[in-house]
């Protein structure tokens, strides 16, 4: 029998996301029931705006259960070889195209500072081990909690988001997928008030055309498959939200980078 995260443990549990707005992407269903929210990540080193902007959200997040770490973003997104599925899971994280030592000594840092967070607790939830859309950062969060849970022993459950780009990378650990949780409704409040106030900020990283699933669930490893036990998962099926990965019109891209770099010449931006 499958044993379900009860309403209880949920309340008892911590969020932990990488960056700000992935509380509101991922994990919306559990947001206010969740004791504590930590996210990760938060300055941009290549993006003055952004760090400002995500500052002045911080002063303003209507939430009180929330910590930021605010750790620098590394040079990672988009650079992880996607192609080699779950093969391309390393020690910092994911492989990445070119090294990063940013992200090397993030996982560090990251874990340094989690492991003193979480060490005394019964539940954590995260992103999963494929990074939802594919974010080598959400992979790394990810792979520094399992670690700590490896140690500490509390129970870690993650999101049930995939795409196109992860979609290999999650066919390797869907057999070992158990449900934690039923099929949850997203908050659609909760999202629209947050979503408000990130664009109010303008930090909010994820498409507009993006439509919320009207509800997501969530997952732990099975420990027999991952102590490589021969008994057969209990695994039976796997509901998981599929998420479209928007592609942006390279001529309106175009135009969008002459328009920053005007503004920044004419010192319109910052």
Known sequence: MINHLSLLDIKNAILVVAHPDDEVLWFSSLLLKCKKIIVC???????????KNRKSLIEQYPLDNIEFLFLPESNAFK????????KAESN?????????????????????????????ETTVITHNPWGEYGHEEHVQV????????????FCL?????YSDRTLAFMEAYRKKLIAKTELIPTDTEIISSLKKLYKKNRC??????YIFPAKECFYSLDSN????????????????NYIPLFKTNPIVQYIKSIVLYIGRVLKIFD
């Open 142 to 153: 990810h792979q520094v909690i399992r670690n700590i849970q490896r140690k500490k022993k």
């Open 204 to 209: 909010w990283t994820w498409s507009n055309k």
């Open 225 to 240: 498959i991952e102590n490589n036990d021969n008994r057969q998962s209990v695994t039976s099926s796997i509901p998981l």
């Open 41 to 51: 990540y938060g300055e941009r080193p290549n993006n003055k705006n952004m760090t």
């Open 92 to 120: 910092y994280g994911i492989t990445l195209q070119n090294k990063d030592l940013i992200y090397e000594n993030n996982f560090t840092k990251l874990s340094n500072l989690l492991e003193k967070r979480l060490s005394s």
């Open 79 to 86: 650079k992880g070889k996607w192609n080699l599925g779950h």
């Open 157 to 161: 459950t993650f999101s049930s988001y």
